[in-house]
């Protein structure tokens, strides 16, 4: 059984509300829905932030209540923000007034000279149509930017090129699809990783010009698309290639958006104060090629999540999650794990089966209008029994804790945010990789894998409405294999080969790599979605048994439209 299966038993009750894509999963989306929900002073019932991308139409009702808000105490900043967000998704934003919208909302997306007449009509959209029956928005996506990395002759580039495409039909399902063209040199440290790892971040499949990894070029096609439409009234549905990221963090220990889009079933059924997503997934084993017909084909694997959230007060939301990764399985996705109600852990017992079980908790508290506190745990085959001895191999399981804290010291869009994310060796990996927490080779949750701690920091500041100044700093302890060992730092390895012993494991061990990263960088938006970026990395890896370090200094200075920038903090 294919999952594409999974998808019509979900269309037997096609409902009538209106329904909207999702935002997205960009650095600039994320900072706003944080903030701005810090801002209203409460936590939104009608969607769930730890729970990523969110509703278009959610968010725009959000800027809607907290326009209204005086306590809110926006700055000028934060309306252009609110502005910004409204005109994204402006196709939404009639439906929050119950009197109408004024004339001041209706315009303000506006362009005083549409081209050709039809061509950018609204401020967001390159072309749009829309009425009662069919609404449609297109938008080109480009991106070029030029480097300079010390460590390579080969200086970092990128040239993107595609499309995006939005809409609804009959305002009850909604489509979305993005293609891009692009070719990318990286910085030398991201062309070690593709190296250690063969997999790209946030990338499937790749061409690679050059084997040699000082000279690493890749040319790729990058495609998402999916349908959304809500099959009951409190419950919605998603099926198609995209990405999910779970939690209110830099990183995200549970599922993050760092591996490649992946074809998936989403059912989001949202009650009150509740809401209980479901995740049908189909991944690629890229460890494992098979031949058909003269063919090299890389074989699927699967995961299945569940995430009960429940706004416990106004301020605390707490999450429980659980998850499977498996394959092997001759019908494909095992149709056990359909079962939306039911504990995963059971159904891998009740099979006899030795899927990846993985479970765990989240938080968020919100308070004050200024502070945010939020965490992860993550528990991955944990024994109790042998939680008692020092450094059990299997004692694995990873967590988070993090701070943000915006308009800090009274600076008005000033926003800090510290965290911290440690795993121990092992997490993440199986005896099959079929059933590692991975994705076309990257990892499904933290870049670092496992066996590792890690200090991130994060600053910042919008002096001015179209330009943001960010400065994101990392210090981390990382694990390394060497001699051919399994430290349990990479977890595309089986666990039981090369393990060199049972107890008195500790995070760092192997060969111990200290990462210093400091970024620096600046974007200034010249119109809607169209922004000019600078930006300076410093990063030194140390390795203090051998005395070894290695320095990069890194230049960038580029444009995009319609495309958010890529994080490489790692």
């Given at each position: 059984m294919r999952l594409s299966f999974i998808f019509f038993l979900g269309v037997i009750s096609f409902g009538s509300s209106a329904q909207s894509t999702f935002t997205p999963l960009n650095n600039n989306y994320l900072h706003f829905i944080e903030r701005y929900e810090i801002k209203s002073g409460k936590l939104s019932n009608k969607f769930f932030s730890n729970i990523k991308p969110i509703s278009r139409n959610d968010l725009v009702g959000m800027t809607v209540d907290?326009?209204?808000?005086?306590?809110a105490k926006l700055s000028r900043v934060d309306r252009f923000n609110i502005s910004y967000l409204q005109n994204d998704s402006w196709e939404w934003l009639a439906?929050?007034?119950?009197?109408?919208?004024?004339?001041?909302?209706?315009?303000?997306?506006?362009?005083?000279?549409?081209?050709?007449?039809?061509?950018?009509?609204?401020?967001?959209?390159?072309?749009y149509f829309n009425n009662e029956d069919f609404d449609i928005h297109i938008n080109p996506i480009l991106q070029f930017g030029i480097g300079h990395d010390n460590l390579t002759s080969n200086q970092p580039f990128i040239n993107t090129r595609g499309i995006e495409i939005r809409g609804n039909l009959n305002k009850k399902l909604g489509f979305y699809t993005m293609l891009t063209e692009n070719q990318i040199a990286y910085p030398q440290y991201v062309r070690d990783y593709v190296m250690l790892y063969k997999g790209f971040p946030y990338e499937g499949f790749t061409k690679v010009n050059n084997s040699d990894s000082t000279k690493l070029v890749t040319d790729f096609f990058s495609a998402r698309g999916y349908i959304t439409f809500k099959a009951l009234k409190n419950l919605t549905l998603q099926f198609g290639h995209d990405k999910n990221f779970i939690g209110s963090g830099i990183r995200s220990m549970i599922l993050s958006d760092f591996a490649a889009p992946y074809l998936h079933l989403k059912a989001i059924t949202q009650v009150g104060r509740f809401q209980y997503i479901n995740i049908f997934a189909q991944t690629i084993n890229k460890q494992v090629a098979v031949a058909a017909d003269g063919t090299e084909q890389l074989p699927p694997k699967y995961f299945t999540f569940h995430h009960l959230s429940a706004n416990i007060s106004k301020n605390l939301n707490i999450g429980l999650f659980e998850s499977i990764a498996f394959g092997q399985r001759k019908i494909g996705f095992d149709i056990n794990y359909l079962n939306p109600v039911i504990f995963y852990r059971y159904v891998e017992g009740h099979l006899g089966s030795v899927d990846n079980s993985i479970i765990g908790a989240d938080f968020k508290f919100n308070f004050l209008?200024?502070?945010?506190?939020?965490?992860?745990?993550?528990?991955?085959?944990?024994?109790?029994?042998?939680?008692?001895?020092?450094?059990?191999?299997?004692?694995?399981?990873?967590?988070q804790l993090g701070l943000r804290y915006i308009d800090a010291l009274g600076i008005k869009n000033l926003d800090l945010q510290t965290e911290y994310n440690m795993a121990r060796p092992y997490t993440y990996s199986h005896n099959s990789s079929f059933s590692n927490y991975a994705h076309y080779n990257m990892p499904l949750a933290h870049p670092l894998g496992a066996n590792f701690h890690e200090f991130l920091f994060v600053a910042r500041y919008q002096p001015l409405k179209r330009l943001t100044i960010t400065y994101n700093g990392m210090l981390a302890q990382k694990g390394e294999d060497y001699n051919f060992i399994n430290w349990g730092g990479n977890i595309l390895r089986n666990y039981n080969l090369l393990r060199p012993y049972d107890y008195n494991n500790v995070i760092g061990q192997g060969s111990e790599a200290n990462i210093q990263h400091n970024e620096i960088s600046a974007s200034y938006m010249l119109g809607h979605n169209f922004f000019i970026d600078a930006g300076f990395q410093n990063r030194k890896v140390t390795y203090p048994v051998s005395s070894e370090s290695t320095t990069s200094n890194i230049f960038s200075l580029g444009v995009r439209w319609n495309i958010g920038k890529r994080q490489l903090l790692f």
């Open positions: 907290l326009e209204k808000d005086s306590s439906g929050h007034y119950a009197d109408g919208l004024d004339e001041h909302k209706a315009i303000q997306n506006n362009t005083r000279r549409p081209f050709l007449k039809h061509l950018f009509e609204k401020k967001s959209d390159f072309y209008r200024h502070f945010s506190l939020y965490g992860q745990l993550v528990l991955d085959e944990f024994n109790l029994k042998h939680f008692k001895r020092k450094g059990w191999w299997a004692t694995k399981y990873a967590a």
